[in-house]
């Protein structure tokens, strides 16, 4: 898991980095440094449900809203032919950009819940775990 979080704290913080362009960076930095902290905690050994439960729920939530909006997921896929959301970094279509930042709310949610996952079971396994459920 050590491998694993050292892997997503670097592509979070180069994501976060890279949102510095972009329209809105002042959601998706926060965004993406967010996961990259918890990973961070998880490499100590720190484990903060509160955390992992708000995480989940605003990332997944977030997600659902990006599937749904006027030029969001379901749109690119069914208006849009599932345009390719790599042919440029520049996303001059809307239904790419909201596809790509679905995408990457997904891949936060996925990381948060792997962790979460793995420290909840790691603290069935320790008797007297402060992290205990």
């Known amino acids: ?25 002042y959601l998706w930095v926060p965004l993406y440094l967010y996961p990259a902290l918890i990973c961070f905690f998880a490499i100590r ?34 208006q849009h ?4 959301l790599v042919q440029t970094m520049k996303a001059t279509k809307p239904w790419i950009e909201e596809a790509r930042e679905f995408f990457g709310l997904i891949i936060c949610w996925v990381v948060l ?3 979460f996952i793995h ?3 790691k603290s069935r396994r320790l008797p007297g775990n402060k992290y205990s459920f």
């Open 1 to 25: 898991m050590k491998i694993f979080n050292i892997i997503f704290i670097i592509l979070f913080v180069v994501s976060a980095g890279l949102q510095y362009n972009d329209p809105d960076p």
């Open 45 to 78: 050994g720190n484990y903060y449900p509160a955390m992992y439960y708000i995480g989940l729920t605003g990332y997944l939530a977030y997600a659902i809203y990006k599937l749904f909006d006027s030029n969001g997921v379901i749109d690119w896929v069914t």
């Open 81 to 84: 032919d599932e345009e390719s």
């Open 113 to 115: 819940l792997i962790n």
């Open 119 to 121: 420290y909840k079971i």
